[in-house]
């Protein structure tokens, strides 16, 4: 997780020739762009992409709580921002050595969660099953601390943004869904011959 967060004020200079941005309605364009008053670019303003894991062990899953705002203080899983040269997988296994001290493998993807400006921050965070964890859970220098949790010890009421919520919500479905189908595959299986 890197510390800085989109601005909700918009930039002010091209980042091609640094020349002056204004807000104009293009022909081209469905709503009013930034353009360029020199080299006549237009700067886009699209999401971050924010990667990471949500880990089991032994039952419970792993959850870190934020040093740094915003948010400080509460529950999260480790995730942060893409680099722009990784895959979602590689930022969502980096940012959990990085942020709890664990490797893992991204495994199955658990959702896609947005949270559109200007309300939030316009920040797309993909969340993958962290696999096979291996080392010792420990806080990095962004985390509080890291915690492992029963399902029913889940801190609902201080996790750090409705998209941890959700994709908690959606991990926890998705473990029950599988439950229920092993258990139903067992009980499909013909019974092993004594001898
Ligand atoms: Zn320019």
Request: aromatic content about 6%; overall charge positive; proline content about 9%.
């Amino acid at each position: 997780m890197t510390s800085a967060h989109f601005s909700l004020s918009p930039p002010r200079f091209c980042p091609n020739c640094g020349g002056h941005l204004s807000e104009r309605l293009l022909e081209t364009e469905d709503r009013p762009r930034l353009v360029c008053d020199q080299c006549d670019r237009i700067l886009y303003l699209n999401p971050r992409v924010v990667a990471g894991v949500i880990i089991e062990r032994g039952g419970r899953l792993l959850l870190l709580r934020r040093a740094i705002e915003p948010r400080r203080g509460t529950w999260t899983f480790p995730a942060g921002y893409m680099e722009i040269d990784e895959t979602a997988e590689e930022a969502a296994v980096r940012e959990t050595e990085e942020e709890v001290g664990l490797k893992v493998k991204a495994g199955p993807l658990v959702g896609v969660y947005s949270r559109p400006a200007p309300e939030s921050p316009g920040i797309l965070t993909v969340v993958f099953q962290g696999q096979r964890p291996t080392g010792r859970a420990k806080a990095g220098h962004e985390a509080l601390e890291a915690r492992w949790f029963a399902p029913d010890d889940i801190p609902w009421d201080d996790l750090s943004f409705p998209t941890t919520h959700s994709a908690l919500r959606d991990w926890l479905r998705a473990r029950r869904d599988t439950r229920r189908r092993s258990q139903r595959a067992a009980r499909l299986r013909p019974p092993r011959r004594a001898g």
